[in-house]
């Protein structure tokens, strides 16, 4: 067994993930099911966070968000310094640290086209006007790498971009590497966008996609509406009534029209989103808007498993981790709507919720460091499987001839 470290800043933003696990390679050549040891979360400084709000928004020039990749670098730097000291763990006792970086921007992939460039001869056009996917996450890797003196790993969708792949979720590889061995199962994540895994140890039969909004739009509707970061447990939704007219609207969105796998971003249900749909219905309460949207989230996530996953007939329980297993009015309307399906969520598999995405990251840069393939094509749609992930050697392996 080897110590992996992982982090994690979703679409959420709502604070740093870090973690630690123990992770080994299990009979089959893949990795074993990461048990977890210890995990922490900070908040991002307030500068940084400005900083980052505003490239979500497209508002700084080349020049800032050239700084605000070393910044957050920076960060993750510090958050994963200080779970080490506080374990007393020197970087020769860590074997990879492993994050994604904060994702400013995602195109997905226009799957209907990429037939278009199958022969590999027109390179260029699959990006300059062409169909395939692209995307930015920031966080400078060297930085990470110099200040805690470990090898690490970073930018893990870049490489299933270059082979036609949505690159995300990627949620999928450790649900492979966590479930195989009780597979087939149905997981969900629910971060500022909810994503659903069909996993099991034959990667041929595996789906995963994003089903839409989880926390993005009711953590917003409610700093905005109630000047709170969050709606702790779903208190306030809970005592607001469903607007049948605007949650039909909500499921009208031009996101649910597009095929799997597909994924979604903060244009498709961030701030300029909500804002809109909240100037529209100024004449509803902060209580109905917040139960309204939670309705929207439960219905999409529970409309997606039925309408897009094969094989669902097969399975008997929902695995749920993320931030929106903490809203209790959610998860009790996302359980209503899942008829047959048992809603439990990761911790009952040693998998902490709050801390999954981060240890996503770990397994998969610990796959990384051992040439395993760690996307699955079925999955994401790339044509073919590959290692994702880019490394930085720290100085303490730098050679000195």
Same mark, same amino acid.
């Given at each position: ?8 800043? +979703?679409? @959420?933003? $709502?604070?740093?993930?870090? *973690? #630690?696990?123990?992770?080994?390679? %299990?009979? /089959?050549?893949?990795? =074993? ?5 210890? +995990?922490? @979360?900070? $908040?991002?400084?307030?500068? *940084? #966070?400005?900083?980052?709000?505003? %490239?979500? /928004?497209?508002?700084? =020039? ?340």
């Amino acid at each position: 067994m080897v110590i992996a470290i992982g982090l994690n800043s +979703g679409s @959420s933003f $709502d604070g740093v993930d870090v *973690v #630690a696990v123990e992770i080994d390679l %299990a009979e /089959d050549g893949n990795p =074993s099911r990461p048990q977890f040891i210890a +995990g922490r @979360s900070y $908040d991002w400084p307030e500068a *940084v #966070a400005k900083g980052v709000l505003r %490239a979500f /928004d497209n508002k700084l =020039s080349i020049f800032e968000l050239c700084r605000l990749n070393y910044t957050t670098g920076a960060v993750y730097a510090e958050c994963a310094r200080s779970l080490m000291r506080e374990q007393g763990w020197k970087p020769e006792d860590i074997a990879v640290i492993g994050y994604d970086g904060q994702t400013i921007y995602q195109e997905p992939a226009q799957f209907s086209e990429l037939k278009n460039f199958s022969d590999g001869e027109d390179v260029l056009g699959r990006w300059q006007d062409g169909p395939f996917p692209c995307g930015l996450q920031i966080g400078e890797p060297a930085i990470v790498a110099a200040t805690c003196n470990v090898t690490t790993v970073t930018q893990f969708r870049p490489s299933d971009h270059a082979l036609g792949g949505a690159g995300a979720p990627l949620m999928q590889y450790l649900d492979f590497v966590a479930f195989r061995d009780i597979g087939p199962v149905l997981t969900l994540n629910i971060g500022g966008i909810a994503n659903c895994q069909f996993a099991q140890a034959d990667r041929s039969k595996m789906m995963a996609f994003d089903t839409g909004p989880g926390n993005v739009m009711l953590d917003h509707a409610t700093k905005v509406l109630l000047g709170t970061s969050y709606d702790a447990d779903g208190e306030e939704a809970a005592k607001g009534t469903i607007n049948q007219p605007l949650l039909d609207q909500l499921l009208s969105h031009d996101f649910f029209k597009r095929p799997v796998p597909r994924s979604a971003w903060r244009r498709d249900f961030g701030a300029e989103y909500a804002d809109e749909i909240l100037a529209q219905n100024r004449s509803l309460s902060a209580q109905d808007i917040l139960a309204t949207f939670t309705e929207f989230t439960a219905i999409s996530i529970t409309r997606s498993i039925r309408e897009h996953v094969v094989g669902v007939d097969e399975v008997t329980t929902v695995i749920a981790s993320g931030g929106g297993v903490r809203n209790g009015f959610l998860m009790k309307r996302l359980a209503g709507h899942l008829n047959r399906l048992e809603l439990v969520t990761s911790d009952d598999y040693g998998i902490p919720p709050q801390f999954k995405e981060a240890i996503k990251f770990a397994t998969l840069a610990y796959a990384n460091v051992n040439s395993l393939a760690n996307n699955i094509p079925a999955a994401g749609g790339a044509s073919s499987f590959t290692i994702l992930g880019k490394t930085v050697q720290p100085p303490r392996l730098a050679k000195v001839l």
